[in-house]
């Protein structure tokens, strides 16, 4: 298979899946189209474009790769959204060029900030962090379930807010994160690593800690800030303790990480999250806990040592780039999960239907690009739509889910 994973490589998680493909014998590419947070890697990166011809340029030029499978991130489609196109108005595209699309959320770009709050006492909601428009949350979500053909959360809870999600666990290198020595010093360090203080409770965190240090208890603290992604795996390497947070619920990356490299970890599950993904080896903790929940691991050792070598073998177990190859290679195979609308066959009378963005929003490319540019940029488009759509017609899209089910996909790519 050729994969596209894009338009953002979120908590790395694009990368690692990539990666866990390209283990597996198939061609992955890592595309960043706007700003790459963190150091996190890519194989192309991309401006946003500047105005509907880019965009356009851009798409095009995406398409001529042809993918089998476009895998996007974060409710958002390859091509950022603007005046003259709208929003996620790529998708239908995609999947008109015969490429399976499927979409993974992870977290607030799905999460319906009221319910959330109903659902969890202890939700950063409660505490001031703010959700996305919850209108916009909606009609996104209804284009994307009507147009892709899978979804996926990574964090069991968001289930809450996309019950027809498929759960696709997040990825670890656990090669690559080799656990050090024992955390079992007599004077522990513990990390924290706060990507957003007002939702990992960091402030609750450190009020906890200066508790411990009026009461006489030794610690160090890193407060690990600011820093791109590769010294923040270094200073949790080389902990005893991780405090990955206290609001919310469900693991995350940093609590993987943690986990692989040993390190007795700290976070917020609820039975919610654990009956899906697995009960992580962990001291839980929220905000009227955390203080009694430190303490005692600051002042046993053994059970620190006991936890990160449990932690370890979970990782590998649950979250590993084996686990998550083969899970994607399934997800990738299984049938849509809701009637779509029939698209129109390979050079049909009605093949202009394949292009929504170019009917709906025509007078406004007329305005921008000139009509005589718009006529060019219609007929770019449907062209290579229809050719990317006859050359998959070959095969057969129910041939190719058979093949890929059974790993025997061949298409000189695998």
């Not at 666990?169 to 656990?179: G, I, K, R, W």
């Not at 007002?198 to 690990?224: I, P, S, Y």
């Not at 997800?331 to 849509?336: G, N, T």
Request: net charge negative; aromatic share 6%.
């Amino acid at each position: 298979m050729k994969v596209l994973l894009a338009p953002t490589n979120v908590a790395n998680q694009a990368w690692l899946q990539a990666e866990a493909l390209r283990r597996r014998g198939h061609e992955a590419q890592v595309w960043a189209v706007g700003a790459r947070p963190f150091g996190y890697p890519t194989d192309r990166e991309f401006p946003v474009p500047a105005d509907a011809a880019s965009a356009l340029r851009l798409f095009t030029m995406a398409l001529s790769e042809d993918f089998d499978v476009v895998h996007l991130h974060f409710a958002r489609s390859l091509i950022p959204p603007s005046d003259a196109l709208g929003d996620l108005w790529d998708l239908p595209l995609w999947r008109a060029s015969g490429a399976r699309v499927v979409m993974s959320f992870h977290g607030t770009d799905i999460r319906d900030t009221q319910r959330e709050m109903d659902l969890d006492p202890w939700s950063y909601y409660h505490f001031g962090a703010r959700g996305g428009d919850p209108l916009v949350i909606e009609q996104r979500l209804r284009t994307i379930r009507g147009t892709v053909d899978v979804m996926t959360i990574s964090s069991p809870s968001n289930l809450a807010h996309v019950p027809d999600a498929h759960y696709l666990p997040l990825a670890v290198d656990t090669d690559a994160l080799v656990p050090g020595s024992p955390p079992t010093r007599a004077v522990p360090v513990i990390a924290h690593i706060p990507s957003s203080r007002l939702t990992k409770g960091t402030a609750m965190v450190l009020e906890a800690l200066d508790t411990l240090r009026a009461e006489g208890v030794a610690f160090q603290l890193d407060l690990v800030e600011h820093t791109d992604n590769a010294e923040a795996l270094a200073r949790v390497a080389r902990a005893d303790i991780v405090i990955e947070k206290i609001l919310g619920d469900g693991y995350g990356v940093t609590a993987l990480e943690a986990s692989a490299l040993g390190r007795a970890l700290v976070t917020r599950v609820t039975p919610r999250s654990t009956r899906v993904s697995g009960e992580i080896p962990c001291m839980v903790a929220q905000p009227d806990t955390v203080t009694d929940v430190v303490r005692r691991l600051i002042l046993s050792p053994d059970l620190r040592r006991d936890l990160g070598a449990r932690a370890r073998e979970f990782a590998v177990a649950r979250h590993s780039l084996d686990v998550v190859g083969a899970e994607l290679e399934r997800i990738y195979a299984l049938d849509p999960d809701v009637a779509r609308p029939a698209l129109p066959e390979p050079g049909g009378r009605d093949a202009d239907l394949a292009l929504p963005l170019l009917r709906a929003e025509r007078a406004r490319l007329v305005d921008e690009l000139g009509a005589a540019r718009t006529e060019l940029a219609e007929e770019w488009l449907r062209r290579e739509l229809a050719d990317a759509r006859h050359r998959r017609s070959i095969e057969g899209s129910a041939l190719r889910r058979w093949l890929w089910r059974r790993g025997e996909h061949r298409r000189g790519r695998d």
